[in-house]
């Protein structure tokens, strides 16, 4: 990527595209190109050649997709596969067709099997059962994969894609009814705090492990990759150690200093076992992850603190 290329960033308001924008514009990139959902949305093929017809990006960073956590992957499912799939047929073949010199294409680790060996390589896409609560989302990334794939064997369309663990950092989503577990707990333990409260509860028995990358190193790894790497295969994009919700949960109780009790609710669905990826093809290109989880949620918390704040000041 040369500092004169059109650069597009799909879906730059997100915790993923503000992120890669940010990283491009430190970089010094002078031609990033964004658009809110209003004034392009993907879901439609004629505003996608249109914009294409006129940008004619040179790079395309496809992190435009309709994301959530349990609660609305289970319950939206429809629209989560409608309109993933959408989103990203639409840009990847336009991409191509108007001359794109290549494209990152980000998927999920739910791709994987709910009962993937652990850490999970990414040669077991595709050989086992999803995790049911978010299956129409992970088929639309699949899709999305084999996409790209298909595109690069007939076309020779130099795309890639890339699998993030959990991403969490600025500009994530803390509505409780759509967001992801780390934001959603944050804003409780907030709130029980403000409130006096005497508990928070926490969904799920809280055994389940994850693991969690900021949003800036998934960045940083998403620019390398588009600099650096032109395969074919997939490749994982994590911080290659995991810990369990109950451990996560406590952590953000001590950063947000909320005194009161924790329960585990284990009527409220679980997910997956275990979801940890396995970094090794990524380390072998010489990256590595860099900010501390402690550190990364002690910078999300501040930031979401200081939102809050400014919101209320506002009443
Ligand atoms: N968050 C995670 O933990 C995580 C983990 C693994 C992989 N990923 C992947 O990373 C990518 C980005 O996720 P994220 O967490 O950054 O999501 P996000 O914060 O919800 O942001 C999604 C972005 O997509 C845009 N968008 C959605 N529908 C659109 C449409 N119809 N037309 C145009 N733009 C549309 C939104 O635009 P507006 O702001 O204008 O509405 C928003 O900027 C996704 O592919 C996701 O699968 C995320």
Redesign the pocket.
């Known amino acids: 990527m040369n500092k004169a290329d059109r650069i597009f960033v ?8 503000s992120a890669i924008a940010r990283r491009l514009a430190a970089d010094g990139h002078d031609h990033i190109v964004v658009r ?3 004034e ?4 439609r093929q004629d505003a996608v050649d249109r914009f294409f017809d006129e940008v004619r990006p040179d790079y395309v960073f496809l ?5 959530g956590g349990i609660l609305a992957n289970d319950t939206l499912c429809a629209d989560f596969i409608r ?1 993933n799939l959408l ?1 990203q047929t639409h840009v990847i073949a336009t991409a191509h067709r108007t001359g794109t010199k290549k494209l990152l294409f ?4 739910c791709i994987y099997p709910r009962n993937a060996p652990q850490p999970m390589k990414e040669e077991c896409l595709l050989t086992g059962p999803l995790e049911p609560t978010n299956q129409a989302y992970a088929i639309a ?1 699949i899709a999305g994969i084999e996409t790209v794939r298909a595109y690069r064997r007939q076309f020779g369309f130099p795309a890639i894609s890339v699998m ?4 969490y950092g600025p ?1 994530d ?1 803390f509505d409780l009814q759509s967001s ?1 577990v780390l934001p959603a707990l944050i804003r409780k333990f907030h709130e029980g705090k403000t409130a006096n409260a005497p508990e928070v509860v926490v969904w799920g028995s809280g055994t389940p492990r994850r693991e969690f990358i900021h949003a800036d190193d998934l960045a940083d790894a998403c620019v390398l990759l588009m600099q650096q790497y032109d395969g074919d295969s997939i490749v994982n994009i994590g911080v290659g150690e995991d810990l369990t919700i109950r451990e996560l949960a406590e952590l953000i109780r001590d950063i947000v200093g909320f005194r009161g009790t924790m329960r585990f609710d284990p009527t409220k669905p679980d997910g997956t076992p275990r979801k940890l990826l396995d970094v090794s093809r990524l380390h072998a290109l010489g990256w590595r992850a860099k900010i501390p989880l402690r550190e990364g949620i002690a910078r999300t918390y501040d930031g979401f603190a200081a939102r809050v704040d400014r919101s209320s000041s506002q009443l």
């Open positions: 799909a879906g730059h308001r997100g915790l993923v595209g809110t959902r209003d392009l949305d993907l879901r992190a435009a997709a309709k994301v309109d989103i980000l998927g999920s680790s990334k993030p663990t959990n991403v500009h989503n992801h």
